[in-house]
Each structure stands twice: as structure tokens, then as C-alpha cells.
């Protein structure tokens, strides 16, 4: 059983209206994106794969960092979003991952 990691918050709507409501661009790397309950969570789901002997967690975040070693939510030249509203990987965003899914 194969369960993605917990990811930050990567909604384009509520990304857009925090970062319209504080006066700044939409930028690749915004620290709004993360929600401070994403770590437990993660740690939560760790725990669980623990208990499940066929569970494999896999994490897709480092897909998006950028140099900087930042989770992103926007393709840096593109300027295209990795995700949509539903939570979904866009075409971009699974371009992104692609090589980890064929390694697995």
C-alpha cells in the first residue's frame, strides 16, 4: 500500500487571497503555504505506515523544492501552478514527479 506524505497547504485560491490581503505577489516560494499543523500530521502518518507492514510512505515534496532547499507551488520559469484547487498535481506537477513514480 503506497501512502502519499502529507503536503502543505497548496490550494491556489487561499494561497491568492493571503498573499492579496498582505499586499504581495504571487511568487514560486511563499511561506504562506505551510501550515503548522503539516508537521504532526507527517509525523502522524509515519507512525502509521509503522504499524502496517505492507504501508510504503512516500514523500513527492522534494519534487518541488527549489535551490534554496524551499517547497515551491509554482513552476519558477513557467509560472504555472503545481496543483489546483482540488489538491489535484496539475500537468506541470506530475511532469515534476514523474521520475520518482517510475522508480517506484
Not at 499543523?37 to 507512525?47: G, P, T, Y
Not at 517547497?71 to 515534476?96: C, E, M, Q, R
Request: charged share 20%; net charge positive; proline share 8%.
Amino acid at each position: 500500500v503506497f501512502i502519499m506524505q502529507v503536503l502543505p497547504l497548496t490550494v491556489p485560491s487561499k494561497l491568492k487571497k493571503l498573499r492579496r490581503s498582505k499586499g504581495l505577489p504571487l511568487v514560486p516560494y511563499m511561506p504562506e503555504a505551510f501550515d503548522i499543523r503539516a508537521e504532526s500530521m507527517k509525523n502522524r502518518m509515519i507512525e502509521v505506515a509503522k504499524r502496517c507492514s505492507k504501508c510504503v510512505v512516500f514523500d513527492i515534496t522534494k519534487r518541488f523544492h527549489n535551490e534554496a532547499g524551499n517547497f515551491t507551488v509554482i513552476h519558477p520559469t513557467s509560472k504555472l501552478w503545481y496543483f489546483d484547487s482540488a489538491l489535484h498535481l496539475t500537468p506541470i506537477g506530475l511532469n515534476a514527479i514523474s521520475p520518482m513514480l517510475s522508480e517506484m
